[in-house]
């Protein structure tokens, strides 16, 4: 008999990838989805499908037990929202109501791998040559951060979780929204980058995460956190020159003064009331920031992580899947 998984946040451009890698590992899935999230991209899978009320504990504690869950992957949240507070709500307070009901829950669950961020740790300083590690002191200068981390503390004050803390850096790859917007402007003839500033950055392949998510499902380690990323360092114009090499384009590479990006960020929030666009105030931070290379040391040695993407590599596959998709 199958072992069982339920995958939050399934339909979403991170949940396809863990979909696609939870079935091919031959477990049987059942995908978490609201009920308007489109599912059409995840028909070709043999999966199930659940909804959940992340406001209430007895009720998720009724759903887990009904399907009898081996394996919580937790990857649904927030990646743009109004403020700390729907944030905190969506982020750390439904990570917390489900952690709870799982434990309070007669199922026979193995696992509960959370989905956080390196956002959670924050950047650090150009001039820190030392990769930032699980152990690195908490700076992060975003609320979408500040609420990983705090879910992230919600979830190590629950006893008897067995629980895994993933902590992703940049994830792109086949079917990502935010980062596309770069290809597709290069595409255009622009190269653009907000100030002059040097940067370290870090970046990991989805299909790398998916797999160190289901690495981390079968590890016996608990209550552990780890960086994930695919191990190297890159300048802050690596992915712009890779992405014209393999589209064969040329950009103009432009610099645009710091102060005008976060006037065009305020303006673009005031005009679109219902809906945080991708250039927000938020974002600006992360996009600024000096350094977030990181050391996968630990999960290198626990979980046997061994990312068979770099950047180039990556680039190549997912840029392919946008032009036979049509995207680009």
Known sequence: MKERVLITGASGFVGYHLVEEAVNAGLEVYAAVRASSQVDHLKPFPIQYTQLDFNSISVLQKELEEKQYT?????????????????????????????????????????????????????????????????????????????????????????????????????????????????????????????????????????????AVLQALQTEVNGASYNVSDGNSYNRYTLADLTKRILGKKALRLHLPVGAVRSLAVLSELFSANKTPALNREKINELIAENWNCSIARIQRDLKYTPEYDLEKGLSQTLQWYKVNKWL
């Open 71 to 211: 394996y919580i992957i937790h990857a649904a949240g927030s990646t743009k929202a109004k403020g700390a507070q729907e944030y905190n709500k969506v982020n750390a307070e439904f990570t917390r109501n489900l952690a709870q009901a799982a434990v309070q829950a007669n199922i026979p669950l193995k696992k509960f791998v959370f989905l956080s961020s390196l956002a959670a740790l924050g950047p650090v300083a150009y001039e820190q040559t030392t990769p930032i590690t699980e152990e690195s002191k908490p700076n992060p200068v975003t609320d979408y951060g500040r609420s990983k981390l705090l879910a992230e503390q919600y979830l190590k004050e629950i006893n008897e979780l067995p629980l895994v803390v993933l902590r992703p850096t940049a994830v792109y790859g086949p079917r990502e929204k935010d980062i596309f917007i770069l290809f597709s402007t290069i595409s255009k003839g622009l190269d653009p980058y907000i100030g002059k500033l040097n940067q370290r950055l870090s970046f990991v392949y989805v299909k790398d995460l998916a797999k």
